[in-house]
Structure formats: C-alpha cells, structure tokens
C-alpha cells in the first residue's frame, strides 16, 4: 500500500500563488509516477500535471501549462505543484495520485489522498 497525504491548499486572491505538497509513504517503490488531479463542484475530476520518479519528466494539461509547475524531493518523498497566476477557474479540490505508469487519466491511477481545497477569490 502507498499512503498519500495533501497539504498546502487555501483560499487565495485571483493572481496569487500556493504550494501544494503531497507527502508519500509506504510501498512508495511499486509506483513510478505521481499525479495531480483536480475536481471542481459539478465538474468531473480531471488531470493536471504528473511527474515521474525516476527521471523526473513531467507531462502538464495545457490549462495550467505555464502557470504550474510540478517538482519532487527524494529525501523527503514529497512531490510538489507550484501553483501561479491563479484564476477562478482554478477553483477545486486538489488530489494527488500514484501510479506505475506515464497516465493522464485518474482510472489508471491506483491510489489516491484525501484531497487538498483551493478556492481563489476574485
């Protein structure tokens, strides 16, 4: 089993920025990729950026391409998004995920956190 927990989500102003972080533990070995996912109210949940454990690569969903940036630390089992230049359409909760495979959708992802808010004010 891997155990993901979230942190780092709050309510920010249109513009402003958050670190979201996402603390590994566990089986962390079996997985390759860890992903961040977002669910806004009504709306399905859908990708946003995901990175790869051993080489680093990072794949982004063009919405937030430019803006966020994810990064990880090893020693610390920790991956990171960086979130910039928030809007109202950022509005969401906030999941990480991990997975043994590059993937875009949340099916293949096998397990998840509890979820972080990020609610931006206009």
């Known amino acids: 089993q891997v155990q993901l927990v979230e942190s780092g989500g709050g309510l920010v102003q249109a513009g402003g920025s958050l670190r979201l972080s996402c603390a590994a533990s566990g089986r962390t070995f079996s997985t390759n990729v860890v992903g961040w996912f977002r669910q806004a109210p009504g709306k399905e949940r859908e990708f946003v950026a995901r990175?790869?454990?051993?080489?680093?690569?990072?794949y982004y969903a063009d919405s937030v391409k430019g803006r966020f940036t994810i990064s990880k630390d090893h020693a610390k089992n920790t991956v990171y998004l960086q979130l910039n230049s928030l809007n109202s359409e950022d509005t969401a909760v906030y999941y990480c995920?991990?997975?043994?495979?590059?993937?875009?959708?949340?099916?293949?992802?096998?397990?998840w956190g509890q979820g972080t808010q990020v609610t931006v004010s206009s």
């Open positions: 995920a991990a997975t043994s495979i590059a993937a875009t959708t949340a099916h293949w992802y096998d397990y």
């Open positions: 990175i790869s454990w051993s080489g680093g690569n990072t």
